[in-house]
């Protein structure tokens, strides 16, 4: 199981101002449960910024990804697709962790 998470350092700001409320992770990194509380730091420096508790997590494929999806990542799902593809080149098999922000 995941004990903690982290996220590239630009969507840091996003994050803590509840605009980006779910990540698309591979496989390796979907082994959460709901309810669970994870410590988020930064990719790059491994800085501890907050924690997050899990909402939901459900497999998702790129093919399915939408405009809400994209909303959910404050980005247009053109966007989106090209992030993920930058992150994860090739993979169709992706899960939609969806979470909230608790400590700051
Ligand atoms: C090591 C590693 O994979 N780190 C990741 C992976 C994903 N993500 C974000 O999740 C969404 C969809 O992938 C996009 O907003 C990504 O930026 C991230 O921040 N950091």
Redesign the pocket.
Known sequence: MLTE????E??EHDILMGK?T?????EA?SHVIPGQILPVST?ETHRWFCDIQVLEVAPITLSELTTLHAQQ?N?TLAE?RL??AE??PDLEQ?YMIRFKVLTK
């Open positions: 998470i982290t996220f590239f630009r969507f980006k779910i990540t698309l992770r591979n990194e990719f990542e980005m989106l992030v993920i992150i994860y992706l």
